[in-house]
């Protein structure tokens, strides 16, 4: 039967309805429960909203965000202090813990999706120009650096989750140009989303603080001349972070 007639049931007669069951893959009986249940689910997965979190100065802040009429708006903004030991490096330590605090959160404000994306500090990041031959594009270079056996880092590539932002700097060969790399641990992303996934997540991107606040100067970027600069300052509570 149509749900709409079920419903109809439901309203005409609770006791019939109580006794009518209907099973799908010989195993979910169908209540109001379930069907609201169900309801819900079918609204996360075709919700075009998102989910903002930041693991930060042993804080979780949540917020939703909906691009309407190309413009972003936010809804249901949350921070919550969190204990010194649930965050190691901007990444939660206990994941079933921080999964069931990020459900709560999405349930207290209603947040019906499962896209997130998340931004971490930049404890958790490790950041260096890098150089590749002056023909590449962006994803050639990514290529490049994963073939290539003339290591620039102190860390296996294969271990690191990473992205490349073509920097403005002019190298010192003309045969070369400049990158800037960023780069997570692959155990600490894997951490992450599976911390997310226990909360009924999907980690859609992976964003850093600095790198956020410095693609906001993407035009006064270009605009700089030689030997300018731009200096970005973050007062953290135990640290002052420099960008440049």
């Known amino acids: 039967l149509p749900i709409y007639l079920l419903l109809g049931y439901y309203f005409v007669d609770r006791e019939f309805f109580a006794r009518f069951k209907f099973v799908a893959n010989s195993k979910l ?42 413009k972003i708006s936010f809804r249901a903004f949350r921070s919550i202090k969190l204990p010194s030991e649930a965050l190691d490096k901007g990444v939660p330590t206990d994941k079933e813990k921080m999964s069931k605090l990020i459900s709560d959160l999405l349930n207290e404000e209603n947040i019906n999706t499962k896209s997130a994306s998340v931004v971490l500090n930049s404890e958790s990041i490790f950041i260096k120009n890098i150089y590749t031959p002056n023909n590449l594009t962006k994803f050639q270079a990514i290529k490049y650096l994963n073939s290539s056996p003339n290591q620039q880092l102190p860390i296996p590539i294969s271990q690191l989750d990473f992205d490349l932002i073509e920097s403005h700097e002019k190298a010192s060969k003309k045969t070369e140009k400049v990158f800037l790399l960023i780069a997570i641990p692959k155990k600490l992303t894997n951490q992450i989303s599976e911390t997310l996934n226990l909360a009924n997540l999907n980690l859609k991107l992976l964003d850093f603080d600095c790198i956020s606040n410095t693609r906001l100067l993407y035009k006064e970027q270009r605009n700089l001349k030689a030997r300018e600069y731009i200096l970005l300052l973050d007062f953290k509570k135990d640290a002052t972070l420099l960008t440049l």
């Open 29 to 70: 009986n169908l209540n109001m429960e379930n069907v609201f249940s169900l309801f819900k689910n079918i609204k996360k997965e075709i919700s075009k909203r998102c989910v903002i979190i930041e693991f930060s100065d042993q804080n979780l802040k949540l917020v939703e965000a909906k691009l309407i009429n190309k």
